[in-house]
């Protein structure tokens, strides 16, 4: 029987396996996206270039390519381990729900993306009333499982029994805001994809320190996997995320806190979402995060009104889009690490 450190090699593996596969796909999904025609405005360059959009594909690909690794393995070599994530019926209902609620998600995203404007400056796929009807689809598999807890430790609070009430309504609820809002805050090469790095790496840790197992393997997985695609999505990006990988994002956060138990941790790394929203409330959701390019630095596209964080340093004209990008991936960096002390 494996003992704890070579477990945790193996552990080690399936994210570098998802890595790997992200690594290698992600050009030739950059050349098949080109050659469908599915490109955008790059809004942040000079000429704006287009660039192809979706990839959350390539996201996607890896997470599933490690999960697979990881049955094989668990299967055909260590099945009877009681150390760490034992594969029992228990815990591979809750892996296969939370991947299929992940695939959805993804895929609803994807949907979003097909569709290009005439002017290349956004995919509008999808209404947005659309949006959050379907992702509430994809939170079923998680809502017929009835996986996770009916208490949640929320931050300030304390823990509170919600029964019934978490499988059917907390759960889409949840899943559904979860994708959307992080969905709102991004625009920027490299922003979505460092940010997610950040709290899913941190809530990935957190739920491990905690024995959720099954919540740190799709966390792990999910890290690695957008660590590869950040070598073609930093600036100046080769591909940029588009809503699969957004709504991608959005779904792992909650099925992590969903099948973890750890809602509060969550709901902390989820803090510079929910003040984007309120922002972009603001603007009855019409702004947009981006800005436009001026002498290397992005200037902002509503003048001094401040309709989404990333106005706060578009407004002044002072500011590269890299140094943008990663004031914001330290700054869900210092409020991830929240999740520690509160």
């Not at 949907?111 to 796929?125: M, N």
């Not at 460092?194 to 890290?223: D, E, R």
């Amino acid at each position: 029987m494996p003992d704890s450190n070579s477990m945790l090699y193996f552990v080690l593996l399936y994210g570098l396996f998802s890595f790997l596969v992200v690594l290698m796909i992600t050009p030739w999904l950059i050349r098949y996206l080109r050659k469908i025609g599915l490109i955008v405005k790059d809004q942040n360059k000079e000429g704006k270039p287009l660039v192809p959009i979706s990839g959350g594909l390539a996201v996607l690909f890896g997470i599933m390519a490690g999960l697979m690794v990881f049955l094989f393995f668990r299967t055909f070599i260590s099945g009877s381990t009681k150390i760490g994530l034992v594969l029992n019926n228990y815990n591979l209902v809750i892996l296969l729900s939370s991947i299929v609620a992940i695939l959805t998600i993804t895929l609803i995203g994807f949907l979003d993306d097909l569709v290009i404007d005439k002017s290349k400056d956004y995919s509008k796929g999808l209404r947005q009333w659309q949006k959050p009807l379907l992702s509430l689809i994809a939170a079923v598999p998680l809502m017929v499982t009835q996986i996770g807890t009916t208490q949640i430790g929320l931050p300030f609070i304390g823990v509170v029994d919600f029964g019934i009430l978490y499988a059917l309504l907390l759960v889409p609820i949840g899943f559904s805001g979860a994708a959307n809002m992080v969905n709102m805050l991004g625009g920027f090469n490299g922003m979505e994809a460092g940010m997610g790095i950040v709290y899913t790496g941190m809530l990935g840790l957190y739920a491990y320190v905690n024995g959720s197992y099954v919540a740190a393997l799709i966390a792990l997985l999910t890290f690695c996997s957008l660590i590869a695609f950040f070598f073609y999505n930093k600036c100046p990006a080769k591909i940029l995320p588009g809503d699969s990988l957004t709504y991608l994002l959005g779904g792992v956060m909650a099925v992590i806190a969903i099948v973890g138990n750890i809602e509060r941790a969550a709901l902390i790394c989820s803090i510079p979402f929910f003040i984007e929203f309120i922002l972009k409330a603001r603007s009855k959701f019409k702004a947009q995060s981006y800005g436009q390019y001026k002498n290397g630095k992005i200037t902002s596209l509503h003048e001094d009104k401040i309709y989404s964080l990333t106005h706060l340093f578009t407004r002044t004209g002072k500011f590269t889009e890299n140094q943008i990008t990663y004031s914001f991936i330290a700054f869900e960096l210092l409020v991830s690490s929240l999740i520690w002390v509160l």
